[in-house]
């Protein structure tokens, strides 16, 4: 059950935005009444999107858990959640509440997303975690909702709660709060879409499209994938050439994954594209991504700066060109890299994901 508490904070209720209450507790009652653990697609998010109602103190109340929660300094979960109350100006509870041994739920979403600059150097892909509590403010009844966001794994759940911040997703901080909120905003959408929930009519959607709907993979898809990653740039016989292999491949079992991966390494042999080991000089960046745009690249960096420390400078030269750096996952310890139209990217990553043809942002 919800439980009431007293904050002297506005509502988190903005008509117009997607991350409020009206949009929030309908999504709360789903999991509290029919179904208390979700795992689903949205699209343009990476991997699954996961949602689970859980509760204090019995989320906590197991073994691992009770461990977790001596090993914070704590005698049990309701003091963890004080603590929590605390870092988010919500009221902690008292001894005679604590007695009373109710439950106090909280709601936490957990996705992927592209990494910040500085994870992009060791990381493909970033974890999202956002744990939502609800709250009073100027009321008798649950009206308001608290964020807490961190951007790590939680191994020790009970750490991972009391290392999250509590998060202004009006004001985020940092590079990491700001990539995060933008894709919650589209997970919360895809969230309520994929539960059938209205979404008020006053909203701004982040999305005009359904993000869970799945889109059919045909000959075309494959079409429209080479064009984009060829920048338009592939003879229109080798385009029907090139997307009936991949098709045939995409309808391959998995078992057959290295004829897959190879036919995927023959595919960019036929673009403009560039195979490099992971430890390349600038001069080599510089002399191959020109033949790749056609036109001489030269780009400011640091001196004795090599490899993907180089991306951020190379991305800016592309960028004022209107261009971004991409690379097919080789999952092994080389790139192949290609150059795409930024307008470009977010569909080419979400042609990625449906045609398993897997690429990355650098």
Wanted: hydrophobic residues 35%; glycine residues 4%.
């Amino acid at each position: 059950m919800k439980n009431f508490f007293s904050n002297l904070f506005n509502r988190n209720n903005d008509p117009k935005s997607i991350i409020s209450f009206d949009v929030i507790d309908p999504i709360y009652s789903y999991l509290y009444n029919q179904q208390s653990s979700l795992e689903f697609k949205v699209k343009r998010i990476k991997d699954n999107v996961t949602v689970n109602l859980f509760y204090f103190p019995g989320s906590l109340d197991h073994e691992e858990g009770r461990a977790e929660i001596k090993k914070a300094g704590f005698n049990n979960s309701y003091e963890v959640l004080n603590e929590l109350y605390k870092k988010m100006n919500i009221g902690i509870l008292s001894d005679e509440q604590i007695k009373e041994g109710l439950e106090y739920d909280f709601i936490h979403i957990q996705f992927y997303s592209e990494p910040t600059s500085d994870e992009k150097k060791f990381f493909k892909q970033s974890i999202k975690n956002f744990v939502i509590f609800f709250c009073c403010t100027n009321s008798l009844e649950i009206n308001d909702f608290k964020i807490l966001y961190s951007g790590t794994h939680f191994f020790d759940y009970t750490k991972g709660l009391l290392e999250s911040e509590l998060l202004d997703f009006n004001n985020p901080k940092n590079e990491s709060q700001v990539i995060g909120v933008k894709d919650f905003k589209l997970v919360l959408q895809g969230i309520s879409q994929y539960l059938n929930l209205e979404i008020p009519e006053s909203v701004e959607l982040p999305s005009q499209e359904n993000l869970i709907e799945t889109e059919e993979v045909k000959l075309e898809t494959f079409e429209e994938f080479i064009n984009l990653v060829s920048r338009g740039s592939i003879e229109e016989k080798e385009l029907k050439k090139q997307s009936k292999k991949l098709f045939k491949n995409y309808q391959k079992d998995t078992d057959e994954y290295h004829d897959i991966v190879e036919g995927h390494f023959d595919f960019f042999e036929s673009i403009d594209a560039w195979n490099s080991d992971w430890k390349f000089d600038p001069e080599d960046a510089e002399y191959f991504i020109s033949k790749m745009i056609g036109e001489n690249l030269n780009f400011e960096y640091p001196e004795e700066t090599y490899s993907h420390d180089l991306f951020p400078y190379i991305q800016s030269a592309l960028e004022k060109r209107g261009l971004e750096l991409m690379s097919y996952n080789t999952n092994g310890d080389n790139y192949l890299f290609f150059v795409a139209n930024k307008e470009d990217v977010g569909r080419i990553l979400e042609l990625s994901e449906i045609t398993k043809i897997e690429i990355d942002q650098l």
